[in-house]
Structure formats: C-alpha cells, structure tokens
C-alpha cells in the first residue's frame, strides 16, 4: 500500500469516450537514469523510433484527425513524440498544461543514486513510493485531481501523449480504481495503452 495518500472517497469508473494514452519516447536523462518531472531533455535516436512506432500502431488502427482528438502534455519529450507520431495520419496535438509530468522537487535532473545517497528510503522501497519523498514535489492527490480534470474534459476519442506517471495516474482513474492501485497498471517507454468500454488494453509493445 502507498503511504502518506488519501485512499478513500474516489469516484467509480468514469463515463469515457476511447482514450488512446502514449508515453513519450525515450529521452537523454531517462538513458542517463536521471529523474526529469518538470525539467526536460531531448529525445534520443531510439526514442524518436519509439515516437514513429507508436505513429504505425495508430495508423494501423485506424485513428485519425476526423474521428479523433490529439492532446500532448506540454513539455518538449512530449510535444516531440507527439508530433513524430502524428506525422502519419497529418494530425496535430493541441497543448494542455494538465498533461504534464508530476514534479519531483529539487529531485529533478538528479539520478536515482545521488538521490539515494542524499535521501536515502526503505530498503524495500517501490519506485513509485519514492515520489511521494521528493522535497517539493508534486504530492499525488494533486496529481490524481490532474488526472480527473483531464478525464472529464474528454467528449470524443482521444489520444493522449504524456509521462510515465501521469499515465499511470490517467489510466488507474479512467479504470474506477483508486491511489492504492496505482501498481496495477503497467508502465514503460514508449508504451500505448487504450482504454474502451473500461477495459485496458495495451497497443504497444
């Protein structure tokens, strides 16, 4: 279980049209194993592949610009998926600031081991744990409010093209489920999840 998170009182599975949710591809500090939240760095070559895969399993299902929506966090691994991807079927993807990753505080643009070293956790720590200890960073109530604020906004098919944890977050709401299960959803780079009829499917890998 999470600790030090609200767990009680969400709301049931959400009424949603399709949702097609992306993570951005991989980028220098994800290779270099450095935590990004709100700062940024460039795709790499391997992720500019990742963008153009998920850019062939969209075309492959038939997604396009007249049935569908395209949003993309606005930080620049995302805006650069997202227009990789979109080049394909000649789509755009209109910025929401909600989209963004969450923010890890003076963490940002450190790696796992010098955070380790200066702040140091249970041995037993799930990576996901280990957010909810970033000094000024984004608590995941706000996160999950984020997510909801997102979610409602939606009235057509929708692609979404975000992080890692505002994923998870997005998905774990739009499936009814609540902070406690957020490790139910997988993750990955570069990965794409659809959610239809309140059942999770992944698209990619």
Known sequence: MLS?????????RMSLPEIIIARHGQTEWNRAGRWQGGLDSPLT????????????????EGIGPDGWNFLTSPQGRSVDTARIALVGIGA???VVHDLREIDVGTWAGLTVDEIDSRWPGPEDERF??????APGGE?????????????GSLNRPTVLFTHGMTSRFLRTRALGMSLADLMDVPGGQGCLFRI?????????P
């Open 139 to 151: 608590s995941f109530d706000a996160l999950w409010d984020r997510a909801g604020v997102i979610l």
């Open 196 to 204: 239809r009829d309140g059942a999770h499917e992944v698209l990619w």
């Open 4 to 12: 030090g998170v609200r767990r009680a009182g969400y709301p049931k």
């Open 92 to 94: 755009t993807a209109q």
């Open 45 to 60: 070559a391997k992720g500019e592949d990742q963008a153009r895969g998920l850019g062939e399993i969209l075309v492959r």
């Open 128 to 133: 996901i744990d280990k957010y909810t200890r």
